[in-house]
């Protein structure tokens, strides 16, 4: 069974850095695009980065260009969520998932609704 946990997450200072961990378990990320996405309290889902099964990456969110990056390391069947200068805005809980199509997984969906499969998420506080 497709399973993704995330890793990484805590409390850490405005300006401060933090690199989240998306594992796979049940399958190979080699040929799969993942997203990451973040749910503040009181707010709706939104995306952040999404990168495909061979390094290309979508943006969802202009608020964190420039700030945050996606990278992957297929031989630890690993995703990773690399973010800094972080404000306080930035907190949420933090998931990463993988489309739901088989036919379409390599590549980045066009929104949340495309994605099947989700991880637990973890607690990103940015706060002084």
């Known amino acids: 069974q497709l399973q993704l946990v995330e890793s990484g997450g805590g409390l850490v200072q405005p300006g401060g850095s933090l690199r989240l961990s998306c594992a796979a378990s049940?399958?190979?990320?080699?040929?799969?695009?993942i997203g990451w996405f973040r749910q503040a309290p009181g707010k709706e889902r939104e995306g952040v980065l999404c990168i495909s099964w061979n390094g290309g990456t979508t943006n969802y969110a202009d608020s964190v260009k420039g700030r945050f990056t996606i990278s992957r390391d297929n031989a630890k069947n690993t995703v990773y969520l690399q973010m800094n200068s972080l404000k306080p805005e930035d907190t949420a809980v933090y998931y990463c998932?993988?489309?739901?199509?088989?036919?379409?997984?390599?590549?980045?969906?066009?929104?949340?609704?495309?994605?099947?499969?989700w991880g637990q998420g973890t607690q990103v506080t940015v706060s002084s």
């Open positions: 049940g399958f190979t990320l080699d040929y799969y695009a």
């Open positions: 998932a993988a489309p739901r199509s088989f036919s379409y997984r390599h590549t980045c969906p066009n929104g949340a609704g495309r994605y099947g499969y």
